[in-house]
């Protein structure tokens, strides 16, 4: 079945310094969302990717999807110690609007 | 305000004994589901149901029930048969089609003792 991979696994950056989070898939994805969960929270949606090579903007986070839809990443320039959580990307599976995510990017910020 | 409300937010159960998960949403949603987090981990899909009276098993349905009587609930059975239920139990739930994101409540963790 589709597997969604994430590296690296834990991240710990220094306040200001910048932070980049892979995510892979065996497949073919129609489309890629990312989430975040603050530490003992939930994950909230950040956003959607459709489109091969599509880049998309939130203030200091950027998101990319690859040419060939098979992997994406999430970077963020200048952490703040709020950017704290763990960041996991999903991919679609059959024919539904059933997910599989990935094993998520822990990021740790120091101030 | 809308949102999906999970409840209880703790939940201790005896070895062999059966719990029942609420997850009630506002949102008009017509998709739910339930997934499992163990601690360090992603999240595993259990039971999803796209309509009324409807539900599939996801990738670790074993020792699991669901029920969808009502567009607005979609509870969670975690069974005696369910060999290692102590995990973060979240529920979710999105519109119908394959582009929008999902809506999750804040959880239920549950501890076997």
């Known amino acids: 079945g589709q597997q969604v991979m994430q590296i690296p696994q834990y991240q710990h950056v220094q306040e200001g310094e910048d932070f980049t989070t892979y995510c892979n898939s065996s497949t073919t994805l129609s489309n890629i969302q990312w989430y975040k969960q603050r530490p003992g929270g939930h994950p909230v949606f950040l956003i959607q990717?459709?489109?091969?090579?599509e880049v998309k903007k939130q203030k200091r986070l950027t998101f990319q999807f690859g040419e060939a839809k098979k992997n994406s990443s999430l970077h963020i320039t200048a952490t703040q110690t709020t950017d704290v959580g763990t960041y996991f990307c999903a991919g679609l599976r059959g024919a539904g609007n059933m997910l599989t995510f990935g094993g998520g990017t822990r990021l740790m910020v120091k101030p | 305000d809308g949102g999906i409300t999970q409840s209880p937010k703790y939940l201790f159960r005896k070895e062999g004994q059966n719990v029942t998960l609420s997850c009630e949403q506002n949102l008009n949603h017509d998709a739910m589901y339930w997934y499992r987090q163990d601690p360090g981990q992603g999240l595993r899909l259990i039971y999803y149901s796209q309509i009324v009276n409807d539900f599939q098993k996801g990738d670790i349905a074993e020792g699991y029930s669901v029920s969808r009587e009502k567009k607005e609930s979609f509870p969670l059975t975690v069974t005696s048969a369910q060999k290692n239920p102590t995990a973060f139990y979240l529920c979710a739930s999105s519109m119908q089609g394959r582009f929008y994101g999902y809506t999750f409540g804040s959880g239920t963790r549950l501890t076997v003792v």
């Open positions: 990717l459709v489109k091969s090579g």
